[in-house]
């Protein structure tokens, strides 16, 4: 990939991309285009900048995505102890997490 090639949308899709094992694959390779991309088209300084205010994001969603999975997780047993419950609010939650990739 030729770092002209690299588009707004680009790295939008791969900041928006599932943080799932599903979809890991095709979401690593987008973030090593878009970075490399980056990486060829500016000066070394500013590429190290990118690349760790870039990695600094994908840390943050990740962290978040984890704190929700969990609240989730929470949501999902609420009044069940160990086990997941049949509320609605369970049921929810429960859904929820189904959605998720892992």
Known sequence: MKPEDVTDEMIAACLAAPLGADRGA????????????????????????????????????RADQNRLRGVLEILARLGNGDKYGNSTGNMIARAALAKEPR
């Open 26 to 61: 095709d979401r690593d390779a987008m973030w090593r285009n878009a970075i490399a991309a980056a990486i060829n088209a500016m000066p070394q300084s500013d590429a190290q900048a990118q690349l760790d205010a870039l990695k600094a994001e994908r840390d943050a969603l």
